[in-house]
């Protein structure tokens, strides 16, 4: 699990957006591993927040997203985790 909670206020270090930064946390993530990142979620933060999960899905392509009153979590990972098999 790696978590991702960046701002300062109302700004978050754009190096935190990019998607080196995302293949970055890759390498760190164990196969079923999930990285959440808190993005704010009201007036232009909503629509980086849209900008920001196209970079994520080039990098981990499973996403699904928690809202909460002004942020949104974004829980990203490389796939779904597989069950175990029953012998």
Known sequence: ???????????????????SFFNQLKRLLNPNGVVIYNHLFFD???NQAQSLI?????VLPK????????NLLIFASLAEARRARRK
């Open 54 to 58: 196209k970079v994520i899905e080039t």
């Open 44 to 46: 232009d933060h909503k």
């Open 1 to 19: 699990l790696i978590i991702i909670d960046v701002y300062l206020g109302k700004d978050a270090p754009q190096s935190f957006r990019s998607k």
């Open 63 to 70: 996403i699904s997203l928690q809202r909460t009153a002004s």
